[in-house]
């Protein structure tokens, strides 16, 4: 059984830090690109930042300098550290694992929220 959960979020200032954590398992995690996504309300589920299983990694631009993204292969994690978070932040974020095989699978995901 696949399982993908996250931790780490909460309520934090704006220009605050978090980091989330995506603890994967029930798969060859290695094997996997894994990504963070987020969804704010009323919206769709938009991308945050993948990195590959050889470790390369992109990001949403309007992220990009503020968030960043990593992987330990021995513990079967995935990272996102947020740094200067603002109040569009603010969204629910979601862990993702894929291959090339087709295989893609969620987190439940967890809430940050950025609010004075």
């Known amino acids: 059984q696949v399982q993908l959960v996250e931790s780490g979020g909460g309520l934090v200032q704006p220009g605050g830090s978090l980091r989330l954590s995506c603890a994967a398992s029930?798969?060859?995690?290695?094997?996997?690109?894994m990504g963070w996504y987020r969804q704010a309300p009323g919206e769709s589920r938009v991308l945050v930042a993948t990195?590959?299983?050889?470790?390369?990694?992109n990001y949403a631009d309007s992220v990009k300098g503020n968030f960043t993204i990593s992987r330990d292969n021995a513990k079967n994690m995935v990272y996102l550290q947020l740094n200067g978070l603002k109040p569009e932040d603010t969204a629910v974020y979601y862990c993702?694992?894929?291959?090339?095989?087709?295989?893609?699978?969620w987190g439940q995901g967890t809430q940050v929220t950025v609010s004075s």
């Open positions: 993702n694992a894929r291959n090339v095989y087709g295989m893609n699978y």
């Open positions: 029930g798969i060859t995690f290695s094997f996997f690109d």
């Open positions: 990195i590959t299983k050889g470790g390369s990694t």
